[in-house]
């Protein structure tokens, strides 16, 4: 996501309670307004805030003008998180209909999050494939899933949220 305005950003910020250790994963390939916003954002609550990407040049851009530590991934691997840490919040920028595996890749989506934890897909318009997203998210154990269609001029935002009590460990 290329741009998004502060007024958008502090929607979507605020389904974040202000508890203590919220950790953050943010997963995109492209722009940075809201890495540098998350980043701020987590810095002034000491949340912690784990950017990554699958596009080592994006990740290099990101370290060099100095927005966030990101940390350079690819969407085969076994895990995406470091250190079997799992987040509270995460999101992502990139399409997972569009990897070869989107099923492997909602199970490693899964595996990283916590328990209840809210997952915020950020799909442009003009590849707008909710229809086809939300029931492969259901077959995932990802529940009240929402589409926000007014929160980023551009984008349609899908929110989901971890089914606690249930587990994928068949990786």
């Known amino acids: 996501m290329q ?14 309670p202000p508890y203590p250790g ?11 307004d809201l890495p540098r916003m998350l980043e701020s954002y987590a810095k002034e609550r000491d949340y912690i805030y784990h950017l990554v990407s699958a596009n080592g040049e994006y990740v290099e851009e990101i370290q060099r003008k100095g927005i966030a530590k990101a940390r350079k991934i ?34 490693k989506i899964y595996a990283i999050s916590k328990n209840a934890s809210k997952i915020l897909f950020f799909i442009p318009e003009e590849r707008d494939n ?18 926000i269609d ?22």
């Not at 919220?22 to 940075?32: L, Q, S």
């Open 130 to 147: 909710v229809a086809e997203l939300e029931p492969l998210l259901e077959k995932m154990n990802f529940v009240a899933i929402n589409p």
């Open 150 to 171: 007014d929160l980023v001029e551009g984008v349609v935002v899908l929110s989901a949220q971890k089914m606690h009590g249930w587990g994928i460990y068949d990786m």
């Open 22 to 32: 919220v950790a953050i994963f943010h997963m995109t390939d492209e722009g940075e």
């Open 3 to 16: 741009h998004i305005s502060e007024e958008a950003f502090g929607k979507l910020v605020s389904i974040i």
């Open 74 to 107: 690819t969407y085969e691997q076994q895990r995406y998180n470091q250190h079997a840490r799992l987040y509270d919040y995460i999101y992502i920028e990139i399409d997972p209909l569009a990897l070869e595996k989107p099923e492997l890749f909602l199970k």
